[in-house]
């Protein structure tokens, strides 16, 4: 680490001079940096909230009919969709996830063009997300991406009903 060196001259007391090897704080310099750039968070991972109910609804929720569009995620990363309340013998509309963004723009595009005698509950936008048993994760969370881009104040996660499962099998074979 550290050397002394004695200087031997005649008749004079030898004067040390200490020589420093700073190769082991170089050493220890890299390991330090290292250890900081492993260490420190290079993006923080971003998460988004979702607010679900507590309690399940025993009673129905009230929404606006004109302003609801319900999302249904299937298999094959297929979305299928209606507009309003579910009637018997419904038809569902199917897209693709490169489709849906246009299908939410022109809901709320025709929302705004709603007459001024709607209230201001039915010229927003809601959407009812009801994933199916065969539809996956990643599915859903491209809906909520898109709830987040359209800037759709009012969406909800709901439970699929016996009937639409019914009429979407029927419909995606």
Not at 67 to 79: D, G, S
Not at 80 to 92: E, K, P
Not at 108 to 118: E, G, I, N, Q
Request: charged residues 20%; hydrophobic residues 40%.
């Amino acid at each position: 680490m550290a050397n002394v060196q004695l200087n031997q001259s005649k008749g004079t007391r030898g004067r040390r001079s200490p020589s420093i090897d700073l190769t082991p704080m170089v050493d220890l310099g890299f390991i330090l940096i290292t250890f900081f750039i492993y260490t420190t968070s290079i993006a923080e991972p971003r998460m988004m909230d979702i607010n679900m109910p507590f309690k399940p609804a025993t009673e129905g929720t009230a929404y606006v009919d004109t302003a609801t569009i319900t999302i249904i995620p299937t298999k094959n990363h297929l979305y299928a969709t209606y507009t309003g309340t579910y009637r018997d013998g419904m038809q569902f509309n199917t897209y693709a996830a490169a489709q849906l963004r246009n299908v939410i723009l022109d809901k709320k595009y025709a929302l705004k063009k709603l007459p001024a005698t709607f209230s201001e509950q039915a010229h927003q936008l809601h959407v009812i997300i009801k994933p199916n048993d065969d539809c996956e994760y990643q599915d859903v969370v491209t809906l909520l991406d898109e709830m987040a881009i359209n800037q759709v104040a009012y969406y909800a996660i709901a439970d699929i009903t016996a009937n639409e499962k019914l009429i979407l099998t029927k419909q995606l074979q």
